[in-house]
């Protein structure tokens, strides 16, 4: 090849002419680079470094995104109300008169069923169970609210429906509006006392109407059975009969079908103790603790306006 400049000959190669010096160009047109184009390392560190910030990029905007939708959520989360939209016809309770409460309280404490029930078991008109099984049920003796049946010191007692909600203890008010108002105003919302348990449990404890004429005494056995029917208020329980001694008048040997099955359940209102399945299984509960108990005896105070 020549010299661009004075066309002197130039060896292949070579960058610049011997003879005027002027840089002369190889065949592909670059200059000293053995007819090979340039190497590109440059472009190729762009390239990787373009590609890095690319992902530098979008990491950053992963992460703003993330944090934007994890606020949204936590705003949505805070704002959320379960129960927007509902209607609760809910009133607030009354306030509870403590000093009141803790007073019966404190008369709970003295409570004794031996010696405040009303039924007189020594009443003559309470007939012995005779030998013959089969005249027994021609010599019980019908009251008001029970059927009895007495064979020396053991008392057979059977609700027969005569106390029920209709009936009227004090004041003129009878026990279905009492029923009424311990579910409306004593019992949490939803709550009904096991109306059916009650009185059955009631009519044991008073026998008759007029063998239950105190209303004290009343009382302190209406206490006890409100105790148990609300405790099993939503149990299938029926009550047949109940066995007495006329020694324990504080212990009830309850015959019952409850659960599907036939059991003796012994309550003793004294020692406030209840045991299941024929008294073999003791049966744990707060229901006759005195500020419960308290609570019932309220309730029947402020119905019946004693």
Excluded at 175 to 196: A, C, H, M, P, Q
Aim: glycine share 6%; net charge negative.
């Amino acid at each position: 090849m020549n010299c661009p400049r004075c066309g002197s000959a130039v060896a292949k190669g070579q960058s610049f002419c011997t003879e005027c010096g002027a840089p002369v160009l190889n065949a592909a047109g670059y200059e000293n680079n053995n007819g090979e184009p340039p190497r590109k390392k440059n472009v190729a560190l762009i390239v990787v470094l373009a590609i890095l910030g690319g992902i530098v990029i979008a990491i950053i905007a992963a992460v703003i995104l993330f944090s934007a939708v994890r606020s949204h959520y936590r705003a949505a989360r805070d704002s959320y109300d379960p129960l927007e939209g509902m209607d609760f016809d809910y009133e607030e309770p009354e306030d509870i008169d403590l000093d009141k409460l803790n007073k019966a309280a404190e008369s709970m404490k003295d409570l004794d069923l031996d010696t405040d029930i009303d039924v007189d078991f020594e009443d003559p008109d309470i007939p012995e169970v005779p030998d013959d099984i089969e005249t027994a049920a021609k010599d019980e003796v019908n009251y008001s609210y029970t059927d009895v049946v007495r064979k020396g010191e053991d008392i057979t007692v059977t609700p027969n429906g005569g106390l029920n909600g209709s009936t009227v203890l004090a004041n003129g008010k009878d026990l279905g509006g009492f029923l009424d108002y311990v579910d409306s105003t004593v019992l949490e919302k939803g709550r009904t006392i096991n109306r059916d348990l009650f009185y059955d449990l009631l009519a044991i404890m008073l026998v008759d109407k007029d063998l239950s004429s105190d209303f004290e005494g009343i009382e302190k056995n209406m206490i006890m059975a409100l105790a148990m029917a609300n405790n099993f208020h939503d149990t299938d329980v029926a009550v047949k009969d109940c066995y007495l001694n006329a020694n324990n008048a504080a212990e009830y040997r309850y015959h019952v079908k409850a659960f599907g099955k036939d059991d003796t359940w012994i309550v003793n209102y004294n020692e406030r103790s209840v045991y299941f399945n024929d008294g073999k299984t003791e049966y744990s509960s707060d229901m006759f603790k005195d500020e419960y108990l308290a609570i019932w005896m309220i309730a029947i105070e402020e119905y019946y306006g004693r």
